[in-house]
């Protein structure tokens, strides 16, 4: 599933597909869709109007200056994290039907730090970060460093994300003290470092939030540059602390994390086409001579069908029906087999038409049942590419 996120100027959206153009004369792409969801959000909430009260411009990673993201940008959701957390589905999102996946499978090394979490306190929510922000059960559960703290010093914590090199992200953490323990400023201070470069120096929640058990948000821009053709690179995310300000403890935090793809000069958001994948042939068992039967069908195929069907087609077809109904299951053919010989058996009526096969003129035939252990091709020379055709598909 892809999602992207748009600002919409009047009151219909514009959706459209067309294909990719190929570099290579011999092959074509071409775009498919299985559904199409459309749901309304703030305005604000990530792609803010140019003149919006309040808009300010992101620190822009390993850069000076600051980078303004606006409604002239389009985005594409790349992931979107519970820290430490269950997965939160779409229905339990703030009705905008996100889905909030959980960070096992991002976070790396040796430790995966600690748990904290509080689900007995009401969330206190300041006025720049309304309750639609994210889901509560994202801001009551984190992932800290442990209790030792010369143990904390000696390592990040870590989180590696693939993403399409060549364009800007938009990196969205968020914070909630839900310690009990931490409600002072200047009690946990840690640097935020993203793609090596130093993204927050001496972060402190309660000071960004002004209390405990209060959300609060942090939005980054980096840019990963291409490589190659636009292969995927890895965006890393790493907390550590901070020991300059001399805070009470030594330790980190983050509740929840968004990627987010932004689009290029020219509202580009597509990455690199996948790498083509070659579909193995299925070869069919080998057919033994030896279990081949004379069979004379009189009433259960109807005569019309003689001078319009292609012999071989119609032996395929009725050699796998056969098949099909062996009284061993070890010698029926497996699904792969049963597709690879209807396909074939398509194959072979082409041509009827134009008088270039054999046609059906009289109802005696010998058909081959398989025997198992000879797996070799009973059709040498017919590839499984060139048996696919999107005649009746």
């Not at 409604?71 to 996100?98: H, V, W």
């Not at 120096?201 to 405990?212: C, K, L, M, Q």
């Not at 942090?218 to 690179?233: A, I, T």
């Not at 193995?280 to 069979?295: C, D, E, M, T």
Request: with cysteine; proline share 6%.
């Amino acid at each position: 599933m892809k999602e992207f996120i748009v600002y919409v100027n009047g009151q219909v959206l514009d959706i459209k597909f067309s294909s990719s153009l190929s570099n290579s004369s011999e092959e074509a792409y071409y775009g498919f869709v299985n559904g199409i969801e459309v749901v309304s959000m703030p305005l604000n909430l990530y792609l803010p109007e140019r003149d919006a009260p309040g808009l300010y411009g992101l620190h822009f990673v390993g850069q000076k200056d600051l980078f303004y993201v606006d409604y002239n940008f389009s985005m594409e959701t790349c992931y979107r994290l519970n820290m430490a957390g269950n997965e939160i589905p779409p229905k339990q999102d703030t009705g905008m039907f996100r889905r909030w996946t959980r960070d096992d499978d991002y976070i790396v090394g040796a430790s995966t730090g600690d748990w904290p979490f509080n689900f007995n306190f009401t969330l206190r929510y300041p006025p720049d970060v309304p309750p639609y922000t994210a889901p509560e059960m994202v801001y009551k559960t984190g992932r800290a460093m442990g209790l030792h703290e010369n143990v904390s010093l000696l390592y990040n914590l870590s989180w590696i994300f693939p993403i399409d090199s060549g364009f800007l992200y938009l990196v969205r953490l968020h914070f909630c003290e839900v310690d009990r323990w931490m409600k002072r400023i200047n009690q946990r201070v840690f640097d935020i470092f993203i793609n090596n470069e130093t993204a927050e120096f001496e972060a402190d929640v309660i000071a960004w939030s002004s209390g405990y058990m209060a959300p609060v948000y942090r939005d980054y821009v980096v840019f990963v540059p291409k490589v190659n053709n636009g292969e995927r690179q890895d965006l890393w995310l790493e907390l550590h602390p901070n020991t300059k300000t001399n805070s009470q403890y030594y330790n980190v935090i983050l509740n929840g994390a968004e990627i987010f793809k932004l689009s290029n000069y020219d509202g580009n958001l597509a990455g690199p086409n996948p790498p083509k994948k070659i579909v193995p042939s299925l070869p069919p068992k080998k057919l033994n001579p030896k279990s081949s039967k004379k069979i004379t069908l009189i009433m259960i195929v109807d005569t019309s069908m003689k001078g319009t069907i292609s012999k071989e087609s119609f032996v395929k077809f009725l050699e796998i029906a056969m098949n099909c109904l062996a009284k061993h299951s070890v010698e029926r053919p497996t699904m792969g087999e049963v597709l690879w010989n209807l396909e074939l058996s398509l194959k072979l009526q082409t041509g009827v038409e134009t008088g270039k096969v054999e046609v059906l003129n009289n109802m005696e035939f010998h058909i081959a049942t398989t025997s198992t252990g000879n797996n070799s091709d009973a059709t040498p020379g017919i590839e499984f590419s060139e048996i696919v055709m999107p005649l009746g598909r």
